[in-house]
C-alpha cells in the first residue's frame, strides 16, 4: 500500500487550498480514507473521514463547512478541499487508509492508531 500526497502550500486567511492522496495498492472501494493534521508542538489530529466508496464523508466540528472530501474512484485519488482557512489550520496533513471498510467507522475524530497505512504529509501554511 502506498499513498502519496500533494498540494500543500502557502496559502492566505480565507484562502482555499486542495490536498491530494493518490493511493496505489489497494482499492478505495474497500479501504476508509482518513485525513489527519499535526501543529507544531501538538498532538496528530483526525479532522476528517471519507468511507470506502465514498458514500459517506464526516468531519471533526472544527472543519465541518469548511473542508469537503471528495474521490475520484478512476484515479484512486482522494482529495480534501479546505476552503476559508484560518491560522488555525496551518499544519502538517497526512491522509491515511484503514483497514476496510468501517474503519473506526469513519468517525468525525479517527483515531491515527486504527490506520496503518500512511501518505507522507504535505504542510499547509496560513499566512498573509
Known amino acids: 500500500v502506498q499513498l502519496v500526497q500533494s498540494g500543500g502550500g502557502l496559502v492566505p486567511p480565507g484562502g482555499s487550498l486542495r490536498l491530494s492522496c493518490a493511493a496505489s495498492?489497494?482499492?478505495?472501494?474497500?479501504?476508509?480514507i482518513a485525513w489527519f493534521r499535526q501543529a507544531p508542538g501538538k498532538e496528530r489530529e483526525g479532522v476528517a473521514c471519507?468511507?470506502?466508496?465514498?458514500?459517506?464523508?464526516n468531519y471533526a466540528d472544527s472543519v465541518k463547512g469548511r473542508f469537503t472530501l471528495s474521490r475520484d474512484g478512476a484515479k484512486k485519488a482522494v482529495y480534501l478541499l479546505i476552503n476559508r482557512q484560518k491560522q488555525e489550520d496551518g499544519a502538517l496533513y497526512y491522509c491515511?487508509?484503514?483497514?476496510?471498510?468501517?474503519?473506526?467507522?469513519?468517525?468525525?475524530?479517527?483515531?491515527?492508531?486504527?490506520?496503518?497505512?500512511w501518505g507522507q504529509g504535505t504542510q499547509v501554511t496560513v499566512s498573509s
Open positions: 491515511a487508509a484503514g483497514t476496510g471498510p468501517f474503519t473506526d467507522f469513519c468517525t468525525k475524530r479517527p483515531r491515527f492508531r486504527k490506520y496503518p497505512s
Open positions: 495498492g489497494l482499492s478505495l472501494g474497500h479501504h476508509d
Open positions: 471519507i468511507s470506502a466508496g465514498g458514500k459517506m464523508t
